[in-house]
């Protein structure tokens, strides 16, 4: 076990490991074997990110790491290549236990574990809330290489399935640490640490070194050694972010606006709560915009299939709560609209992180309303830059009010229809469904995208 003090974490900027010139770095110079080479390069990996230059050959020295790097800088690839590459030398099911906070997030990283190691015929196995248990039971069953787990439905598992145990595990990441830790899943994160051997190798992955963080690095890693990539709270350099200042009764008709000015773009618009982002979703849809929400309250197979939708590019907008503010790799979002400005700024950074992602450039735009000066100021005193105003022309902005209006008339209608309270789940005719049952009232506008007058 670590020590209580600090002198045991051996701290390694990217300055000092990375001594090469950046062309000359590539995954095999790191050490990578060629079968995982050749997948880095199926996967359009050409070279490896800063994260993955510096924790990549840390990893293979069979050290524990703590990795505290933005959002969208390569972390998965990071942990993802050294488990692998130590698997193949020593098959063994049950090999590596990865803890994340999302269900979303699991599916993704389980995406590129898979995509990986495809070669090598790596199995893995998520397992996550919103799942049949006795479905997630067979996976387990079948002992995958790999299993992407959510703290909560893991340790249901581990308490209910009988046969199932992590006793044989050699490798435990917790990604997005900061976040599970926010999320209450401490308890669950002790009774996991209780019951896998303390011989093994763990990598702890964060955007922030919290005080919970530092706590768990002390009780679960021994002389780790910590990868830092960006030590300070920043957005990249090819973000252009604004904002504009609205009073809080007229944000519907901005958003509509500024989707119609930037029309062409794929967007995410992020909402404070799950039913705020399902009536903004239903309102758009109402005028014809091809928005699809993506929340909490959303059954699992709905969150996927919102998730994929966007994706595959079927659907330009995606509205969502933070569920989808970090960790997801979506790489053609254009424009990042904040809706709802974020509670704590720290969010933003992750929000405004869906864009810009790989060296491409993107837009980020916040809505400021007169009851979120201050928690604006806050945003633009931990990025350290003021933004500038997104200039908008007022009267052609009201010049949509009437539409507008009747559309937030009608989405809160369907809202009434699909009260919880009458039907116990997130709506037969939710937005994410796209039915012509579901939207009688969008015959009355029409399948045209809304034009600017």
Same mark, same amino acid.
């Given at each position: 076990?670590?020590s ?11 300055d000092e490991?990375?001594?090469?010139s ?11 074997v060629?079968v995982?080479?050749?997948a880095?390069e ?5 070279v ?13 020295a069979g050290?524990?790491v703590?990795?505290l ?10 942990? &993802?290549?050294? #488990? $692998?590459?130590?698997?193949l /030398? ?7 236990? *990865?803890?994340t906070p999302? +269900? ?15 070669a090598?015929?790596?199995k893995?196995?998520?397992?996550v809330?919103?799942i049949d248990?006795?479905?997630q ?11 992407i ?13 009988k046969g ?12 997005? &640490?900061?976040? #599970? $830790?926010?999320?209450d899943? /401490? ?7 209780? *019951?896998?051997?303390?011989? +093994?190798?763990?990598?702890l992955?964060?955007a922030t070194?919290?005080?919970?963080v530092h ?6 890693l021994?002389?780790?050694i910590?990868?830092?990539v ?6 990249v ?14 944000k519907?008709?901005y ?14 618009v992020?909402c404070?709560?799950?039913a705020?982002?399902q ?12 928005a699809?929400?993506?929340?909490g309250?959303l059954s ?8 994929n ?7 330009s907008?995606?509205i ?14 254009d424009?990042?609209?904040?809706f ?7 969010d933003?950074?992750?929000?405004v992180?869906?864009t810009a992602r790989?060296?491409?450039s ?15 100021q806050?945003?633009?005193?931990l ?16 010049l ?9 008339r009608?989405?809160?209608m369907e809202?009434?229809?699909n ?12 937005a ?10 969008r015959?009355?506008f029409?399948?045209?995208?809304m034009?600017?007058?």
């Amino acid at each position: 076990m670590a020590s209580e003090s600090d002198e045991h974490v051996s701290d390694i900027s990217g300055d000092e490991i990375d001594t090469k010139s950046e062309e000359n770095v590539t995954f095999k110079s790191l050490g990578i074997v060629d079968v995982l080479c050749e997948a880095c390069e199926q996967l359009k990996w050409k070279v490896p990110s800063k994260i993955q230059k510096e924790s990549i050959p840390v990893a293979l020295a069979g050290n524990d790491v703590i990795g505290l790097a933005e959002t969208g800088s390569g972390k998965t690839g990071s942990f &993802a290549l050294p #488990i $692998l590459q130590t698997l193949l /030398e020593s098959p063994q099911r049950l090999y590596a236990l *990865v803890l994340t906070p999302t +269900r979303e997030l699991a599916f993704q990283i389980s995406e590129q574990f898979e995509a990986l190691g495809a070669a090598i015929g790596v199995k893995c196995g998520v397992i996550v809330g919103g799942i049949d248990m006795m479905t997630q039971a067979l996976v387990l069953a079948k002992k995958p290489h790999i299993i992407i787990a959510t703290p909560g439905r893991l340790v249901d598992h581990l308490e209910n399935t009988k046969g199932f145990n992590l006793r044989s595990l050699k490798y435990l990441v917790m990604d997005e &640490a900061d976040r #599970i $830790l926010n999320m209450d899943f /401490e308890a669950e994160v002790d009774k996991i640490l209780k *019951v896998i051997p303390r011989e +093994r190798t763990t990598y702890l992955y964060s955007a922030t070194m919290t005080k919970k963080v530092h706590k768990l690095q002390r009780a679960s890693l021994r002389n780790p050694i910590k990868v830092e990539v960006s030590n300070k709270y920043q957005t990249v350099e090819k973000l252009q972010q604004s904002y504009l200042f609205i009073p809080v009764k007229f944000k519907d008709v901005y958003l509509v606006y500024i989707l119609n000015e930037l029309a062409g773009n794929s967007f995410m618009v992020f909402c404070s709560t799950c039913a705020n982002t399902q009536r903004v979703a239903l309102m758009l849809r109402n005028l014809g915009f091809t928005a699809i929400p993506l929340h909490g309250q959303l059954s699992q197979a709905k969150r996927l299939g919102a998730l994929n939708k966007f994706k595959s590019k079927d659907r330009s907008i995606l509205i969502a709560t933070d569920v989808a503010s970090r960790g997801l790799d979506i790489p053609h979002v254009d424009v990042v609209i904040n809706f709802d400005i974020p509670t704590h700024s720290k969010d933003y950074i992750h929000r405004v992180g869906r864009t810009a992602r790989a060296g491409r450039s993107g837009k980020a735009l916040t809505f400021v309303s007169q009851y979120d000066v201050e928690l604006f100021q806050r945003i633009e005193h931990l990025i350290g830059k003021k933004l500038p105003l997104h200039k908008t022309e007022e009267e052609e902005v009201m010049l949509l009010m009437e539409r507008v209006t009747d559309a937030q008339r009608y989405a809160k209608m369907e809202m009434n229809e699909n009260d919880p309270k009458r039907k116990r789940r997130a709506g037969k005719h939710d937005a994410g469904d796209d039915t012509e049952e579901a939207s009688g009232v969008r015959r009355k506008f029409g399948k045209k995208k809304m034009k600017r007058s």
